[in-house]
């Protein structure tokens, strides 16, 4: 039995032998023996971060034509080009990417509940989403670290991930093991089109700046001594961090949690000190750029808008040219805020930093003259940015105002900064309280005239900057609050000699949420004046656009405010390829709104030109993030905010144009940046925390 069993066996092992031997003759694949040539070329790390099971399905593919000769995310370049050469390929440099961590919670985040269940975040995480009170944060348990196939991750003393730079591959695993999207893989060009997402580590002064600077990254940097750090973390976001130094009126500042303890932290200082440090060093940052895409992109104006678009173009690898109609770049910012704020020669070296990125420049060219929307394209642009401003001053809407003698307030500045020496006589009112009217009034005072401000409502309710109004009284600017312009009165040559107003009192609130102004019946009075200058607002001015002039027809969609249409996500207008940004598409508003949207304007125009569609995330960040927005703080410890310097007084300061303030001293700066809480969405160091308001070391945040 046992015999026959064994010949039966052995009868059918050599029948199937002799099958397979003719079915090997028959069925033979010859596998090519490139595989084998490029898996000897491969570090053999089996890690799969490229995709592929292991080295030998890495090499296939390769092999196939469905993978690059850079997918091995451990090989370096001298293994990538040896592949590409063995294949007959170009090898094209990939950018540099690291994985990188947004949440700074940790062990500050406050736990929801008590968590005994298996140690991975993946598994916490399908319990009510993990215990962490942040619905955003770290979970803490290490998943990412255990799922690194190269040791770059480790848990950090404050419950975080830490990555190592020099381990990173950048092979997404610890991406693909974190259920929250704490981690990611991330290069210059990943970071430069970010755009704040409701999942991010968002603190509230980040959620309510226009650029979207990391604020308290920058502010860790400096606390930590990392200058250079700081200042190239702006410059993501930022590419005039000079400039916004010293004009920014900081909404930042208003969301700062620290204000609920004592007063906000001084972030705007902390800006201009990095800034101001590389301005005075004599040198410059090295700032990168993607590899050079070959794609021409078109700037119509060389204002903060249209800078901020064109640096991060070139950033992202394009070719944009600068086409303005003034002698100079700069727009508002060189034209309209004085040299007393914000000296030329400080501007003139920021700018010339973005353009010895590569930005070509075209001066004196005005658009609708020199060139058109079709021209350019006809040119080869592929994308054309419009960023024109508001250069149109508002009337007063009283007889008389164009008697000579009346300048607007926007007139007024540009034909000074134009070195025009426009005529003042002792005797000067400024109408409006915004900060052009301020600018225009203390600029007058410098040129030698008796200043009075006359504004329809109250102090209080002034939109200037606060510290442009105290400024203007330290120098002697009056003021004239509760009146309003009825008429110009002329002499016989039809110049303006004095201004005729109302007197004024507060009604109910309107559309912005202040009271309006109400004509007092009766009230009227007169104040002589050798120059009056209306500032109560600017509009654009749309002529450049019409193709008959201003009979013509438009190709653009346009308000009744007489600004440009637009997505408000992807800023392009209803012609394809054709975007905008900045005043000339909200009206006038703040420097750094512009420079923000400029850079969400290139975003746009990056990606219709690399990949004929915008991305919107869903959950990108349009308005602030309510939950993160408390005023109970745990901070007992009351710090003494820092002061700005003034860098002259009395009849110096009153007499010329010489800036007037100064940055904070590297004491200061360093004070001031340890006033802040580190805040992320609802973490923040507190006074329970202990050891939260030590030093931390950067690496480990």
Known sequence: MILTSGLTLLGIGLGAAGILGIASKLLYVKEDPRIAEVEGLLPGANCGGCGFPGCSGAAAAIVAGKAQATVCVVSDAEGH???????????????????????????????????????????????????????????????????????????GPRGLPVIDPAQCKACGNCVDACPRGVIAVSGMSARLLHLNQTTDCLAPCRQKCPAQINIPRYIEQVKAGDYDGALMTIRERNPLPVTCGRVCPRPCETQCRRQHVDSPVGINMLKRFVADRELRSGKRLPVPCARDTGKKAAIIGGGPAGLSCAYFLRRLGHSPTIFEAQPHLGGQTRYGIPEYRLPKADLDWEIQGI???????????????????????????????????????????????DLQGVMGGIEFLTAHALGQKPETGDRVIVVGGGNTAIDAARTCVR??????????????????????????????????????????????????????????????????????????????????????????????DLTCLYEDGDAGTCPLETTRWQTIVADPDTFQTII???FTAGDVYTGPDLVVSAIGDGRKAARSMHYVMTQGAIPIPPATQKGMIAYSLFKEIDVEERKQRAVMPHLRHGDERNRTFGEVEGALSETEALAEADRCLRCGLVCYDRDSAGEARHFINPADL
């Open 355 to 401: 353009l010895d990125l590569g930005v070509e420049t075209r001066m004196n060219t005005k658009f609708g003259k020199d060139f058109t929307i079709e021209s350019l394209k006809a040119e080869g642009f592929e994308t054309i940015f419009i960023g024109i401003g508001a250069w149109q001053a508002s009337g007063m809407y009283a007889e008389g105002e």
């Open 576 to 578: 394809p390829g054709v």
């Open 447 to 540: 040129l030698g005239a008796d200043v009075t401000l006359m504004y329809r409502r109250t102090r209080k309710e002034m939109p200037a900057n606060e510290e442009e109004i105290v400024g203007a009284e330290e120098e002697g600017v009056k003021f004239l609050f509760l009146a309003a312009p009825a008429k110009v009165v002329g002499d016989e040559s039809g110049r303006a000699t004095a201004l005729e107003y109302y007197e004024m009192e507060l009604g109910e609130p309107d559309d912005s949420g202040r009271r309006r102004p109400v004509k007092k019946e009766g009230s009227e009075k007169r104040m002589p004046a050798s120059l009056i200058i209306p500032a109560i607002g600017q509009k654009p």
């Open 81 to 155: 080009r040896a592949i590409a050469a063995l294949m007959g390929q170009e090898v094209l440099e990939r950018e540099p990417e690291l994985a990188v961590r947004d949440c700074t919670g940790g062990d500050r985040a406050d736990e929801a509940f008590h968590y005994e269940g298996v140690l991975d975040c993946r598994a916490a995480h399908l319990l009510y989403g993990g215990s962490k009170s942040c619905p955003e944060g770290c979970l803490g348990l290490g998943s990412c670290v255990r799922a690194c196939p190269f040791d770059a991750i480790r848990m």
